[in-house]
């Protein structure tokens, strides 16, 4: 059985992977990249293998969705898979179901930020990255690409809802709740993943995992060439950009933060962001 980590992109999915892998595939709390292989993407190729063969159609990849989770679940273990992809249906064909998943922590992180990181990214001007989370789209068209293979995304609003309504197994962090206290949503996230298998956790092992997965040091290993998973980008590009310190108020366009603010104020004044 899979338990998601799913985000729409930017939220912070990359920084939670780091901890939780920390906290279940390391003794004593050290995280190093290489853990991070222990946490992998979904979709990615390797996982339609013998299933599917043309990944520039959604229209074929939605058929496999299902297929390529059932050959994970195979030997009834348990795994952790990090998706960007809405939890949605395309016809009769959804992105996951409960034969194949148990439960889901979702990362969310105020979109006035996302849309800042995105900015960087993907390199999109700021009109480009209010576009991305803000229009409603046909779904086949407001993808993203992953290891080649388009992932369906949606907008910020639209991706939230699909997770966070499908499993009563579903453990919500806020990006901003990392910054502010990060022991206790790590001790939140290891109570939750504790319902489904045995988390050895202390003190010494939290403050390890705190200070090995703090932003500098994610950014360090970066900078050192460890963060394997965006090395093939060629422009001047940083994965890890700005962390706690992207703040929108200092760089967001005023009628693009009202737009956003006006579209999601609803959700936005749910989660505090309003």
Not at 42 to 68: H, L, M, V
Not at 121 to 137: C, D, M, Y
């Amino acid at each position: 059985m899979i338990i998601w980590l799913a985000s729409y992109p930017k939220s912070g999915n990359t920084w939670v992977r780091s901890i939780v892998s920390a906290l279940l595939y390391s003794h004593d709390g050290e995280f190093n990249m290489n853990l991070l292989s222990q946490i992998p993407q979904f979709p990615r190729k390797s996982q339609f293998t013998g299933i599917c063969k043309n990944f520039d159609d959604i229209e074929e990849i939605k058929k496999y969705w299902i297929a390529a989770q059932e050959k994970i679940n195979a030997d009834k273990k348990l795994y952790f898979y990090k998706t960007h992809n809405a939890n949605i249906k395309i016809d009769n064909y959804p992105f996951t179901n409960k034969k194949n998943t148990i439960g889901t922590i979702y990362i969310v992180r105020d979109p006035r930020n996302i849309l800042n990181s995105l900015t960087n990214h993907f390199n999109f001007s700021q009109e480009e990255a209010k576009n991305f989370i803000l229009t409603k789209r046909a779904l086949k068209e407001n993808t993203l690409r992953n290891d080649g293979v388009l992932t369906l995304v949606g907008t910020w609003e639209d991706h939230y809802e699909s997770w966070t309504s499908f499993n009563d197994n579903l453990l919500i962090i806020k990006y901003e709740d990392l910054i502010k206290d990060i022991e206790h949503q790590i001790l939140k996230m290891s109570e939750f993943i504790s319902r489904f298998t045995k988390v050895e956790i202390n003190k010494n092992k939290i403050k390890k995992i705190i200070e090995t997965t703090s932003f500098k040091n994610l950014k360090k290993m970066e900078n050192v060439g460890l963060f394997k998973e965006y090395k093939e980008n060629k422009r001047n590009f940083s994965f890890f950009h700005k962390g706690p310190n992207n703040r929108w108020e200092e760089s967001l366009n005023l009628q693009i933060k009202k737009e956003i603010e006006e579209k999601y104020s609803i959700l936005m004044k749910k989660l505090n962001y309003l």
